[in-house]
């Protein structure tokens, strides 16, 4: 399995946000811009609490595997795999829906005099906030579950990974 490249995540955030930013001034040219959903950083944050939190629990349990610590429990690899997936696909999902806040965010700091607006640009910022903070926990989770390299490669640079 691939590792996350910041760098494809950046390039999803700058597209999303540069479409949605032009999305939403063709919207407001023709009607009434829809509203960024207040739901929409509680979700994200949500979903950080939950990588990080199956981050940190893999993380003990290997590190009382490695200490052989009596009646330790084992990291299943399938278990690990499937945690990295769930990580890479928020990663790539939050990238994509904090670009397209960001982009509408961006548009709607033109129009801050307006509450209703000024709101709606607070609520696109947070999305961004949690957007990154899924990113970074899907980092972190990535990080927890890296094998070793192995030895026999003897500097071959390949990295094994639990999945």
Request: proline fraction near 4%; include cysteine; glycine fraction near 10%.
């Amino acid at each position: 399995m691939k590792e996350l490249r910041i760098r494809t995540l950046a390039a999803v955030f700058v597209v999303a946000g540069v479409l949605s930013w032009a999305g939403a001034r063709l919207w407001n040219a023709v009607g009434s811009l829809p509203s960024v959903p207040l739901a929409a950083p509680i979700v994200l944050a949500l979903i950080a609490a939950v990588l990080l939190a199956t981050a940190l629990s893999l993380r003990a349990r290997l590190k009382a595997q490695r200490e052989r610590r009596p009646g330790a429990r084992g990291v299943d690899p399938l278990v690990a795999a499937r945690a990295v997936v769930f990580g890479h696909a928020s990663a790539l999902v939050a990238a994509l829906v904090a670009g397209m806040y960001g982009g509408t965010g961006v548009f709607l700091l033109e129009s801050l005099e307006i509450p209703a607006r000024r709101d709606q640009a607070i609520y696109a910022g947070f999305s961004v906030l949690a957007g990154i903070a899924v990113i970074a926990a899907a980092f972190f989770l990535e990080r927890v579950c890296k094998l070793p390299e192995d030895d026999d490669n003897h500097g071959g640079g390949g990295v094994a990974r639990a999945a």
